[in-house]
């Protein structure tokens, strides 16, 4: 799989071309902080030219208006090449992103579950709803694709958070304009490649490369994208959603957390422990569900922690290309400082950090070690951010009514996990937390069914099952007539009214 990586171009109207700047960035592997390749630069121009032939491919191309049988073929296509070209994604995804290889093979799976299983939901669940009003009309109502979507995705969890909003969106018969997340190209490019591949018709989907500020931006202010479709951070979706008021966009944002997971002394503490660890350190701590905080009943407190520590030892810090590994390094040297400075922060508020080791052969990577942040307090800095790195702030609790409380007591409001063997207890605190998701007794499993998404600053609308196609789509109604119901007359007769008689 090794080998030179070629440099990464726009994928606009069914071809792969360089930005209109001329402009290329360095794109930067985590692991060495080596330079991979490099990415051409979108700007206002290339976003121009995608949204172009988006709604040219929408208006007059036959994407939307061919038979539902033909378009799922097409997007059943891509799900089979996805799997064709699963262990190419994964390497991809790890080199660009530092995410271990055994955690991206697991992503590239579902991305073509994704495409599969919006083939079959718009066959079987794009129902609409019909009324039969008194004798005297028909209601009845139809989903239609919106036109233009563009879709702007983060680098946590790149491949699959792109199908996860590119497969609705084609699925229900809109054209597409993605923008992927500047550090981490490389999946988003073969995502082009295999939609090429694929054959879809010209312009239905097209890839821009380049920064937030200027191509992101561009893309939501352009007047002919209807929808914008974004995962990212909180400050990030506010921008957008005020920038996209000027030509009233549809909005869906998944954005950031800092999720509880509560432990009570009666749990199964073993599992809780499992969950927990997983929760925090797989995806390298860039989760937007990781249980950033966890609050343990004090009668467990220093047993569980204990346990946490060695854990934490114990766990494969390494290269992401390495099967063995658990933890690989951060995105980029950024994103990696700030999480360190996260952590400096944490001993300053007087926090215990606890952290396992990173090996010296690693240190040229962005590594940062497992680490706990004991004996917090809630009002903490650490305990209230989104640090997005495998960090977690550890609080003990006395009380149901007090975990509640400090659990809700956070800006975030996007997952929950609640572990517990009484049943009663488990429902009442999972439906006290203000969280879109809560998990009883589990770790962050799901199924594309149900709904995924946050409250309070951690996001508007929901995402997955039939809710997607609610955002993709625009109900319309038609009434149609099928009786002698009356109508006004307007005009018919020359009506005095007082004030003219009076006139008069
Ligand atoms: P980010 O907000 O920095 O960037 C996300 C995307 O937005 C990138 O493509 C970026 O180029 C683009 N962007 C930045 N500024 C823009 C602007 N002004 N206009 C238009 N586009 C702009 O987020 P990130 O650092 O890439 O991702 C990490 C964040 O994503 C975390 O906060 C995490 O919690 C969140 N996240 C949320 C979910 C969820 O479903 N709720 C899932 C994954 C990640």
Request: charged share 25%; glycine share 8%; aromatic share 10%.
């Amino acid at each position: 799989m090794a080998g030179k990586i070629g440099n990464v171009l726009h994928y606009i109207n069914g071809e792969f071309v360089e930005g209109a700047s001329g402009n290329y960035f360095e794109n930067v592997n985590p692991f060495t902080n080596e330079i991979i390749n490099e990415v051409t630069e979108g700007w206002k121009e290339d976003i121009d030219a995608a949204v172009r032939a988006a709604k040219e491919a929408f208006d007059n191309g036959p994407w939307r208006t061919m038979s539902v049988q033909e378009r799922m073929t097409y997007i059943l296509r891509i799900a089979d090449l996805i799997e064709k070209y699963a262990e190419e994604i994964s390497y991809l995804e790890s080199l660009d992103t530092g995410l271990p290889i055994s955690q991206t093979k697991k992503q590239a799976a579902r991305a073509a579950e994704n495409f599969r299983f919006y083939a079959e939901m718009v066959k079987s669940r794009m129902v609409g709803e019909a009324y039969h009003v008194d004798g005297q009309f028909l209601n009845y109502t139809i989903y239609k694709p919106v036109g233009v979507a563009g879709l702007i995705t983060p680098w946590n969890a790149p491949f699959m958070l792109e199908t996860w909003k590119v497969a609705p969106a084609l699925a229900t018969g809109n054209t597409v304009v993605l923008k992927p997340a500047e550090w981490s190209p490389l999946t988003a490019n073969k995502l082009a490649e295999i939609i090429h591949e694929a054959g879809l018709p010209q312009g239905v989907f097209n890839v821009v490369h380049g920064f937030g500020e200027t191509a992101g931006a561009s893309l939501v202010a352009h007047p002919d994208v209807r929808l914008i479709s974004f995962t990212g951070e909180t400050t990030t979706g506010s921008e957008i959603i005020k920038n996209s008021a000027d030509t009233l966009k549809k909005t869906s944002m998944e954005l950031g957390g800092k999720s509880p997971v509560i432990v009570f002394a009666d749990a199964d503490v073993e599992k809780a422990l499992d969950a927990v660890v997983w929760g925090i350190f797989s995806f390298n701590g860039e989760r937007c569900t990781a249980n950033s905080r966890l609050f343990l009943e004090k009668s467990i407190y220093d047993s569980f922690v204990e346990k946490l520590k060695e854990r934490v030892n114990n766990i494969s810090i390494g290269d992401p290309m390495d099967p063995a590994t658990e933890v690989g390094p951060l995105i980029h040297r950024k994103h990696w400082e700030t999480v360190m400075n996260y952590i400096e922060i944490a001993k300053q508020e007087g926090a215990e950090v606890y952290s396992a080791d990173v090996p010296e052969e690693l240190k040229k990577g962005n590594f940062v070690p497992p680490t706990l942040l004991l004996n917090c307090h809630n009002s903490m800095k650490v305990a209230q951010e989104e640090i997005f790195g495998p960090v977690m702030a550890v609080m003990p609790f006395e009380t149901e009514e007090e975990v509640i409380r400090m659990a809700n007591d956070v800006k975030y409001g996007l997952a929950a996990y609640v572990w517990t063997n009484d049943i009663k207890r488990g429902h009442r605190v999972a439906q006290s937390i203000e969280s879109g998701m809560a998990w009883v007794n589990s770790q962050n499993v799901r199924d594309l069914r149900i709904p995924f998404g946050g409250t309070k600053y951690s996001g508007i609308g929901r995402e997955g099952g039939h809710y997607s196609f609610d955002f993709y789509t625009e109900v319309q109604v038609i009434h149609v007539s099928i009786g002698d119901h009356s109508i006004p007359k307007f005009g018919k007769i020359k009506q005095h009214s007082a004030a003219s008689a009076q006139r008069g």
